[in-house]
């Protein structure tokens, strides 16, 4: 779980830690990914691998639309938020209401003995840690790559300023889509894990807002736009949420005590986790592009 | 060119022909209709009526981004910069305007900085500058994307005399470079020794045109600006 929240924090980090743009509405990107998978199996067996592309294509279609309402109609913070969040109750309402999808009670994914092709394991879960390791480094690999590149200045610049990065001559609204199409398509890649994992969906698993919370929680604990602060923040984030569930128990409070530690830490260190440490080291961090010295 | 804003007419009918490679100072007092001018020309607003044309081709209706690709760039007069870059990094941003590649667009930035005094600060946070250098640094952005025509947004604002003394011979090797500069100035002091022609604002209209030294003597741009002894 931690490896997961680490790898949607970072999908999530891309679109919004970068650019500035606070999306809530993550989780619709993650139930698309894990119900196209989920209903390409049940219904043509098709490898959840394929279905995982096919998902990704269609959470960056969403993603795109959830991108021209929003930006074209310049809405900035707060109402970016809430944007967001409206158009992935969107999303879960309309999937509650789909009775070929199963409704509110969801989709169980039969069953079958462990395979690569199938994307289950059951002997062994161990397979699952590998396959997600995988994922993470890939992504983060990629992000490291575009952090050097022309995306990497101009998703940095946007976030800074972007009246100066349109003056710059920077496609703000082009930059915009583009970060926040790849970012939905990985979060559709991390969905499908989940379906995967789990061997079940349903719209208020993987598409509610309490997903979207919990992807977020670890960037902004971590450190919004930095590297490795959604993975330090999901650390720290899922333990403590695992841990109050097992011992104080109930659904509901874990919420509790990670939505006051987030708080807390934005209030109190709005750069996150891996901004106190930036001090100490700034490698580390690779908060902005690096520069290559000589 | 004209705009509104709400009932309050910012520019009423203000036209302005700058020549190539001169430095055009463009004074007035506050709310004279500078800043909302700048922004016309730019493409942050849209003017209610007008024109603008740079060498022939139309501006009008452009995004500030196209505008920028076109051979137009602007500084801000609250600096705006950005705060998690370097100097060195800021720069380049505005070099990958022209350029794909990050190694010639950090190339570039050296130079450019080279230009505008900041090469011994390139490695500094940009939000560790102060102001004359972040002014250097905003027109060390907007240099770095090639521009034949620049807009400077009082560039003199907050600083000292001697810094005023150094921007404005920045400003003079910029032009010699052969770049145009459109300046919006409220410092008398920069602008009337720099600038090949002036034109004065008033409440959004043009009340003046012409030398710095036609202007002082001017008895409108007295009356309604420089004040009488």
Known sequence: MVGLFAYLGSAWNLGCGYTGKLSWGHSAFMGLGAYTSTMLYIAYRVTPWLGALLGALIAAGFGTIVGVICFRLGLKGHYFVIATIA????VRVTFINWADLGGAWGLLIPVV?????????HST????????????????YAKWRAANSKWGYYFTAIKDDEEMAESLGIDTFKYKLLAMTISAALTAF?????????????PDTVMAVHVSTDILMGPVVGGMGTLLGPLLGAAIIQPIMELTRAY???RGLDYVVAGLLTVGVALMRPSGVVGLFEKYFRAISLRSPEIHQG | MTKHFGGLVALDAVGLDVNEREIFGLIGPNGAGKTTLFNCVTGFYMPDYGRIQFKGENLLGLTPHRICSKGVARTFQIVKAFHSMTVAQGVTTGALARLDSIEQARKKAASVLELVELADKEQIPIRNLTTVDRKRLGLGCALATEPKLVLLDEV????????????TGLLRRIRDLGVTLLVVEHVMKLIMPVADRIAVLHHGKKIAEGKPADIAQDESVIDAYLGRE
């Open chain 1, 248 to 250: 104080v128990g109930g």
């Open chain 1, 190 to 202: 991390g969905g499908t894990f989940y379906a995967q994992y789990v061997m079940y969906v349903s």
């Open chain 1, 113 to 121: 003995r462990d395979s690569l092709y199938d994307f289950q394991f």
């Open chain 2, 156 to 167: 003199a604002a907050g600083l000292n005399p001697v810094e005023i003394d150094q921007v």
């Open chain 1, 87 to 90: 158009l992935a109750e969107i």
């Open chain 1, 125 to 140: 879960r161990v397979p699952y840690y590998y396959i997600m390791l995988l994922m993470l480094l890939g992504l983060l």
